[in-house]
């Protein structure tokens, strides 16, 4: 299912990112770090490919963009991503100095922007993106349904 209006095609990249995470048996999750419109740094779902917990789409988009960027400090740089960000991508947001989220499909379960502990309401925290939420919900929530129901 396609989003009934014309996407930014960072977030039709994610989209993409999260398919390709799936094909290869991750959760399908893509994210895209972009400065100035155009894209520095992606990544999808790694966890199961890597052995690693912390191989979340974001942090994967924010690690290269970094390394790209040839700076830790990712300023006015925006991420985007097909599912709300869990704390610890949040704390990684955060860090980088990401002057945007946008994300497509809530997360109540573990999300930790609009859902659960809320990260950047948090007084501990010391940068806070603007946030954008519900772009291409739909899609990406389909996306999730589908691997998740596959897997059942």
């Given at each position: 299912m396609s989003s009934p209006f014309p996407l930014p095609d960072?977030?039709?990249r994610a989209l993409d990112l999260a398919r390709s995470a799936a094909e290869a048996g991750e959760v399908p999750i893509g994210a895209v770090v972009t400065l100035d419109g155009r894209i520095v740094g992606e990544?999808?779902?790694?966890n199961r490919r890597d052995n690693d917990p912390t191989a979340h789409a974001e942090i994967v988009a924010i690690?290269?963009?970094?390394?790209?960027?040839?700076?830790?400090?990712?300023?006015?740089c925006d991420l985007w991503v097909t599912l709300e960000p869990c704390a610890m991508c949040a704390g990684?947001?955060?860090h980088a100095r990401i002057a945007r989220l946008y994300y497509a499909a809530a997360d109540p379960k573990g999300g930790a922007i609009e859902?659960?502990?809320?990260?950047?309401?948090?007084p501990q925290c010391l940068h806070r993106p603007e946030v954008y939420g519900g772009l291409a919900q739909a899609e990406a929530?389909?996306?999730?349904r589908d691997f998740f129901v596959a897997r059942r």
């Open positions: 960072a977030m039709r990544g999808e779902n790694r690690r290269a963009a970094a390394a790209h960027l040839g700076d830790f400090r990712l300023n006015g990684a947001i955060s859902q659960g502990p809320r990260f950047f309401t948090q929530s389909m996306l999730l």
